[in-house]
């Protein structure tokens, strides 16, 4: 509850300046995305995936600005079941994930997963993280169960399991060398 009211308090905190003072610095949406990101030490999506809207919000303190430092970092595979908007019904259930995103939804799926993934993670922290884990789990499992098994000599399967190699497609040129 206690987060909840420092919150709506720092909501309610707002200072007034003159819209003329703050375009005589930053006139605009690039030089505003720089001011956030380099001076304020935001967490912002790329340039080209953010809009004025959100970050006129963030300055605002209309939407919730993540500071860079505070950004706990989650890798979300694309698996059935972690879907950007199956990541966005799990974030809607705690009102401060959906304050740090842009207000409007078309906005929101314009940002890539691993920053909504990101907000999410930061904001959310274990539960987020252990709700991931899960269905990487389930997907392992149901993905183990339907695929078809090879029969291998013993001999090569200890040589492949021991074996570091990774596919991949080589360019000639790094052969000839």
Known sequence: MDDHNQILNRVQQVEKLNSASFGAKYASKREVYRFL???CGAYLSSYDTMTVWH?????GNKRRLIKCKDVR???VPQFEGLSIDEMLAFGEQYPEVMR???SV???ILKLPRAYIANVIHTLVGEPFAKWVGKRVTDRNKKVAVEEDMIEMDPEILAIFQASNAV???WPLRVLLI
């Open 37 to 39: 990101s380099h001076d």
């Open 55 to 59: 970050m006129r919000d963030l300055v």
């Open 73 to 75: 970092t989650i890798q």
């Open 100 to 102: 740090a995103l842009p």
């Open 105 to 107: 939804r078309k906005e």
């Open 167 to 169: 596919s991949g497609k």
